[in-house]
């Protein structure tokens, strides 16, 4: 009786909090169902644990997650998932709460969720998923998890023979969990026109998870995920994963796998492997090829953190992440790269205040490259920020930029910022930032200029 109250108290507050403001409070809902009642999602029913997938780790893992739920609803199955990207107990909850009945039963076919990495454990043990989908496991939010190895140590004890696990054939943490595991299915990308060998400073290796020799890499295709090897035990990279993306065209957004050419939306190369993870998912549940390339073709991601505004007759590209890990900074730097033409640079890190003590985060600049855009035509950096500008302009000086064209900025005052745009001479600017900035930026945009999505 008393998870029937809680649910119903739960649903009337999600009702509530979507007439206030649907933007507002995802998972408000399950944060009270939770604290009312800590063991709340073990007692939903009709939950097919053979249909539920937990998608989890570092990086990619909320465009997997609205990637496959959207691939199985374009197909016409039935998805309940936290597309909101509310991870933790409260946002699964709220998830459940959303799609049951007033009798605690789940109402759709698929149960699709996002799952944290430092809450898998307590998450399974009340909602026991029999597959899941783990995109990597790279360094991310030091100042919580330490390094990649502490969250590679909780996975091996959530991990239980009843589940088949979805693994990156290229990532050596992720793929060595295969021995916790009563199936595996691997996925990985084949070396492509983004493919590096990271020589010099920039190598990249780590112990291997199985016996603590060095991982030897052939390649990279991101950082720290590539073909590899053990150099003392058997643990490598499989030669034929069961999912084997190749023949990648980032130009064409093209790729091949199992002999058929996939037409994709989203080109970056994390993007290629959260598409192959999706495949190796999905085609487990019977999905086509056709109805893989229908989903694709028509995914939006809600989770999408790139947009092109103007603003003063300028095209502002904006870039923004959540500034907890050295991946998505170099992913984010290297699409500016890749822009050959003349542009302005504008890189705004701040602190990060999740929670005491706050963050300041310089450690990453120093895992990335930024030697491809020093030597690309930039015609002015501007960096900001009150914590750690002069990180970012030391860092940046290392690698070739003249410092006769970095203006350092010791503020966050929006105004001020945004006056270094009639400086410049060039309509092509580029805006890097986490995503505290964002809005107050994005407002100032607005007022000067228009979105083009």
């Known amino acids: ?18 007439l206030v403001d649907p933007k507002r409070g995802s998972n408000y809902s399950g944060k009270i169902a939770v604290k009312l009642m800590p063991d709340f999602v073990a007692h939903f029913k009709a939950i097919d644990y053979d249909k539920t997938i937990f998608i989890t780790g570092t990086n990619g893992k909320s465009t997997t997650n ?8 374009s197909a016409g199955r039935t998805v309940a998932s936290n597309i909101e990207g509310a991870n933790m107990m409260p946002g699964v909850a709220t998830t459940l709460i959303k799609n049951s009945t007033l009798g605690g039963k789940l109402n759709k076919e698929f149960l699709v969720l996002e799952i944290d990495e430092r809450s898998l454990a307590a998450i399974r043990k009340v909602l026991p998923a029999h597959h899941m989908g783990i995109t990597n496991l790279q360094k991310d939010q030091v100042q919580r998890n330490g390094d990649p190895d502490f969250i590679f140590r909780k996975f091996q ?73 053990c150099s003392h035990c058997a643990h490598q990279s499989q030669e034929a994963p069961d999912v084997w993306v190749d023949q990648v065209d980032f130009a064409g957004k093209t790729f091949r796998t199992g002999g058929r050419t996939f037409h994709i939306t989203y080109n970056n190369p994390f993007y290629i492997y959260n598409y192959a993870l999706d495949i190796a998912l999905c085609r487990q549940f019977g999905l086509t090829d056709q109805q893989l390339q229908q989903g694709f073709s028509s995914f939006v991601n809600p989770a999408e953190r790139r947009e092109v505004l ?17 991946e998505t900074l170099q992913s984010a730097l290297d699409t500016i790269a890749e822009d050959p033409s003349r542009k302005a640079v504008f890189l705004g890190m701040y602190e990060v205040k999740d929670f005491l003590p706050y963050y300041s985060n310089t450690f990453y600049f120093f895992d990335c490259d930024f030697r491809p855009i020093a030597q690309t035509d930039v015609e002015r950096y501007v960096v900001f920020s009150t914590t750690v500008c002069y990180d970012t302009a030391n860092r940046i000086i290392y690698d070739g930029a003249p410092e006769d064209r970095i203006t350092v900025l010791d503020t966050e005052d929006i105004p001020t910022i945004l006056a270094q745009l009639d400086q410049v001479e060039t309509d092509n600017v580029y805006f890097l930032t986490g995503m505290k900035p964002y809005k107050q930026l994005k407002t100032y945009f607005a007022q000067g200029g228009v979105s083009n999505g």
Request: proline share 4%; aromatic share 10%; with cysteine.
């Open 157 to 229: 004890g959530a991990i239980g023979k009843d589940m088949t696990l979805y693994l990156n054939n290229e990532e050596p943490r992720s793929k060595a969990l295969e021995d916790q595991a009563g199936a595996s299915v691997y996925f990985g990308v084949a070396p492509n026109s983004k493919t590096s060998q990271r020589e010099g400073e920039f190598a990249v290796t780590l112990p291997c998870p199985k016996c603590g020799h060095s991982i030897v890499y052939a390649q990279y295709n991101l950082a720290s995920i590539g073909t590899f090897h």
């Open 66 to 73: 609205n990637l496959v739920g959207h691939t199985l609803r």
């Open 310 to 326: 103007t603003y003063h007759g300028k095209q502002i590209h904006y870039l923004r992440m959540k500034q907890e890990n050295p």
């Open 1 to 18: 009786m008393k998870f029937i109250l809680t649910l119903w108290l739960s649903k009337l507050i999600a009702v509530l909090v979507n």
